[in-house]
């Protein structure tokens, strides 16, 4: 049973960054893909972008592209997320997912971190 | 980008009825559909991939079907356990782009 791992609950500030880091095994990480989506209080599922190592790739939807940065580091099996220019709309719980090796879909999910940005 | 719509976005059904959720894309994506179950509070679980393939583990009362731009997702005899929100997934591309459908929320009467 594969385990992805997250870091705690944050608070920010308005105009603030955050990063929030998943945790893998080192199977995971160095052959599959991790991803990133997001969900607002009562809302839906958000995807932000994902990392795929083994294909060297990096890839962000369209709305982040310019806030959002992914990254991995494969020495400790673990990926980052970071968004920056917060604001009250991305108070929400950050998910990251294993993107599976046979159909691209989010076989394993991270426990979520919910990050709050208030004044 | 391809968007994805679904419906109906909440419905109630009683135990042992079967329920049906649809998921539209703005664009033909084959078979390249997948759906997740939410239940309140807890973290996403992928149920089906690549349109009708069921995941390990996942009861046989569901399912799902379609290809190009209109897709279905069925359970074919409700249980309680099965409160959630369903949400459909497209993917696109390589490294792939993935687009969440708004969820369906399903409730027992």
Known sequence: QEQLVQSGAEVKKPGSSVRVSCKTSRNTFSSFGITWVRQAPGQGLEWMGGIIPVLGSINYAQKFQDRVT????????????????????DTAVYYCARISASVPSFDYWGQGTLVTVSS | DIQMTQSPSSLSASVGDSV??????????????????????????LLICDASRLQEGVPPRFSGSGSGTEF??????LQPEDIATYYCQQYDGLPPVFTFGPGTKVDIK
């Open chain 2, 72 to 77: 279905s997702f069925t359970i074919s005899s």
């Open chain 2, 20 to 45: 049906t959720i649809t998921c539209q894309a703005s664009q033909d994506i084959k078979n390249h559909l997948n759906w997740y179950q939410q239940k309140p509070g807890k973290v996403p679980k």
């Open chain 1, 70 to 89: 992914i990254t991995g580091d494969d020495s400790t099996n673990t990926a980052y997320m970071q968004l920056t220019s917060l604001s009250s709309d």
